[in-house]
């Protein structure tokens, strides 16, 4: 079964950095674009980034361009979010989340989610 | 960017009545492929978001057929024919037509009543 796992969240200072990493099984990762989406404290979904599933195109959100660096790495089946210049706007639970869409993006399936705090 | 507003904000319902959830969007999700790139999700308390519904009406593997999707252009629905405790979440609407960005409503909480 699709299994989507993800790491490295914590307790990190503003301006500071952070990698978060999301672990995939059960499927043929190569053949999916994969999405980034948090979900502040008590708050909604935020759409954060998403790359394809040839790594040939990479969106962000606004708040976070320039800031975050979506990528990943088909021979170890993980999706990575390198998170620079942390604000404490950016404090969240993020979840990868699994892109079966073709045209639209189509969310099928979603981690369990890691949680960053950016506080001093 | 398109925004996706929902109503209502909170939904007390008594199990077995009916429930209706509103999504509309700032412009239409008809996309010139022919679909239309709406979706619903419910994520119960505690747990990950799970999509129930695709492309407007089209049910998850899994999902009770007691939810439904509904609607066009701007205005969509997602009705619960006989909502049980196991519904009780937070409910979201997204639209995939025009992205990036991907924009969701802002959520609808269902409780019992």
């Known amino acids: 079964q699709v299994q989507l796992v993800e790491s490295g969240g914590g307790v990190v200072q503003p301006g500071g950095s952070l990698t978060l990493s999301c672990a995939a099984s059960g499927f043929t990762f190569s053949n999916y674009g994969f ?14 980034a998403a790359i394809y599933y040839d790594g040939s195109n990479k969106y962000y959100a606004d708040s976070v361009k320039g800031r975050f660096t979506i990528s990943r ?17 950016d404090t969240a639970l993020y979840y990868c989340v699994r892109d079966v869409g073709v045209v639209g993006p189509e969310f099928d399936s979603w981690g369990q989610g890691t949680l960053v705090t950016v506080s001093s | ?9 909170s939904l ?3 199990l077995g009545q009916p429930a209706s959830i509103s999504c509309r969007s700032s412009q239409s999700l008809a996309h010139s492929d022919g679909n239309t790139y709406l979706n619903w999700f419910q994520q119960r308390p505690g747990q990950s978001p799970r999509r129930l519904i695709y492309k407007v009406s089209n049910r998850d593997s899994g999902v009770p057929d007691r939810f439904s999707g509904s609607g066009s252009g701007t205005d969509f629905t997602l009705k619960i024919s006989r909502v049980e405790a196991e519904d009780v979440g937070v409910y979201y609407c997204m639209q995939g037509t025009h992205w990036p960005p991907v924009t969701f409503g802002g959520g609808t909480k269902v409780e019992i009543k």
């Open chain 1, 35 to 48: 999405h980034w989406v948090r979900q502040a404290p008590g708050k909604g979904l935020e759409w954060v």
């Open chain 1, 73 to 89: 790495d088909d021979s170890k089946n993980t999706l990575y979010l390198q998170m620079n210049s942390l604000r404490a706007e």
């Open chain 2, 12 to 14: 007390p319902v008594t």
């Open chain 2, 1 to 9: 960017d398109v925004v996706m507003t929902q109503s209502p904000l």
